[in-house]
């Protein structure tokens, strides 16, 4: 029986052959039209999946074991991603609010919301220049939809101020990239892992966050390589870890550099390596000379014997992987931090070979590729500068504009907040965000949000966010489009189109292109599919640092994906970076000597607590998909605290009691989860929550001074014992918090070590 008619084969580009007598890669019992091959929506591991499409409806997924990379396992969001696409919840038709600020949104017609729109825009910019509109987009969108809302800020509107959510993500990992390596990607694939003999995670939650990348790891680990872990929480693979590091928040350049020390002084340094492929290593070893063991370990909240020991265990390792994520990078020093991450990986050579490497784990589906295709505030398509007059003619050229009329380096995201609130920005286009969610200090966000003139939102579901918009426009799910995505190995994949959008709601770039035409200029955005923006995105790239001009859709079916830099057709593109040259002029990659500064706020007797927030399997992000996935938002319902046991015990909380957290921007009560394994200093907010359940009420909106990431990841708080649930409780299943708690239990440390070792 032939299988064939099965296989959707979208713009003829995607021919899959199951040859007879092959076992059939699905399996279901269920009347199915279709099965189209593509990838999941959320984290940037972008694992392969089938969606099944009966009746022209997607109704569920099925693994994709013919993708050599996940080998069809999927994680609990990528198996009920699915169930967003006809969610009952889906935006159908524009809405605009009416009578006002204070009005409701109510139902508009497209040529109504879009005309407006052009109108408003182009009289805020006649009254207040150009830059009075700013342009706010995401990275879970695909590489064209990312290319696109960079293009139209600057040639549709000629504005300045384009920036994403990447901001919030990604860019201490770049600034560390740029200034020591010269490129913007991670340096290996994902396939490396397994040849690691250590892998080092420093404040990555690889379990929760990145789950499906674990079966590499334990590969690896199946082969006698070590894992140690530096995390203040003891997560999931920190409690298998041969060494585990529950460092105070914030720290992380000081243990970094007392490794470092312990490298130097103890002769682990690959002399050979430094000479031939770096520079500027005098200066960092004086620098690094400065942290012995002992006081570091003060500084750290950890015992000197164990950085010793992490650093022994690193500096010996034939191959050494050192994975990276937010843990270390939401930080007033992150860029810093993740140099002196590259520092250590340079300094014991682990660079272009099998299992050495330095990475950051990037977090977004697209959070790769959304950084390299020109919707950042100073860059252009292809990782190229804003600010560079070469990379300016060219991209002008591109575009068909003379190169002056190209705004220069706008606002990052997180300075569009204040610019809002002072109303130099009155105006912005939203597309594939939820800052009313996701960004520092939400009294302050939501206020400035308030100001706008004209606030237009793009999403599926009304986020958040949307609400506050004048306008809201429906747009597309991932699966009914197609288009191209760069995991967190800069691996070039593809999704493919299952369905359309629901009731008048289209396709995002669509309504971008609709809009550019009302604003007179249509000329530039003349495509007619995705395909056509990725052909301009291949020419914009072309000779760039990131470069996709030899990456096709076709090659990237042939080829299970493509590793940027691909210059030509002919090119099988890099899957391991830096292996002859880094990517600077010289080929030499940089060391910086790295001072470590303490967090903007430290614990003091009225906050004398330090609160960090981050992520749990359940939910991805802002949550305005995943708490309206029924499994999902049972398995974790609402936020909580998390607390050390003997914290819980000084403050006279007991487990599932209603606690108020305090900081200096806000507060917030949500219940208890005692536990051992976070530091008895730190308490835990998972922050994918909106409304009175934002962690982000608490959080420090200070900023890092080169990339202006805010600091989610310390910063002082108070907690104590409610006088009263919050008004949501009332609304609340006990029995859904009580089986949330249980579910946030964590089994007996596989090490045999429950808690973390605390000096
Ligand atoms: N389930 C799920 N997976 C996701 C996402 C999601 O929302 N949900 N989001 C995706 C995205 S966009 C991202 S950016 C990634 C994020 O992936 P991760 O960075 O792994 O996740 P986080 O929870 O933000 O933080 C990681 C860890 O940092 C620790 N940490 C806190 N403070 C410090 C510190 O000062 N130093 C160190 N060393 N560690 C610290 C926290 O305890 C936490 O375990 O996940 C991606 N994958
Ligand atoms: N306290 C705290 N805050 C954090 C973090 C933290 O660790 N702690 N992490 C930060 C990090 S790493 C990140 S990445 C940010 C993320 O912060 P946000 O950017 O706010 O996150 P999302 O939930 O992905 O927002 C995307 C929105 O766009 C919609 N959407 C998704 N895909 C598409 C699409 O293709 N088209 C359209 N039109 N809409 C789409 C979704 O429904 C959602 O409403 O949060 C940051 N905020
Ligand atoms: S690991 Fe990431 S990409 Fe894979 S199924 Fe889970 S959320 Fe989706
Ligand atoms: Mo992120």
Redesign the pocket.
Known sequence: MSLDKHFFTPEGTDTYDFSEGKPTPWQSNQEVDRYVPTHCC???VQCAMYLKVAAGKVVGVEPRYDFPYNHGML?P?GTTAYQTVNHPDRLTHPLMRRGGKGGALERASWDEALDTIARRFREIQAAHGNDAVAVYSGSSMTNEKCYLMGKFARVALGTRHCDYNGRL??SSATGANELSLGIDRAANPVSDLPHADVVFA?????G????IITSYLWQARDRGCKLIV????Q?PIARTADLYLP??????SALLNAMLYVIITEGMVDEEFIRARTSGWEETKAEALKYPPEPVARVCGLKPETIVAAARLYGQAKAALLYT???????SKGVDNGVACANLALATGNFGRPGAGYMT????GN?QGGREMGQKASQLPGEREIENQEDREYIASVWGIAEPELPHAGYPATLMIPAMERQEIRACFMICSNPLVSLPDQHTVERALRRLDLFVVTDFFLSETAELADIVLPGNVWAEDGGTSTNLEGRVIKYNRAVDPPGEARLDWEIVCDLARRLGKGHAFDYHSQRDIFEEVRVATKGARADYYGITYEKINAQNGVFWPCPTEDHPGTPRLYEDRFGFPDGKARFHPITYLPPAEEPDATYPLVL??????????SGNQTRRTPFLLEQAPCPWVEMHERTAERLGIAEGDWVTVRTRRGEMTVPALVIRTIRPDTI?IPY?YGHTQAANILTNPVLEPMNKIPE???CAAAASKAEQPPAWAKDFDPALLKLAGRNRRALPSAGGRVGPRVR
């Open positions: 959320y984290c940037g994680c969001k993500c990604m420093i404040g990555a939650n690889i929760e966050c990145f789950p530096a995390d203040p929480r997560t460092l105070r928040p914030g720290t992380d994520a937010r843990g270390l990078e939401h930080q784990l990037t977090g977004q959070g960090t927030t981050g992520r749990v399997i359940y939910h991805y992000l835990f994918h989610y990841k310390v």
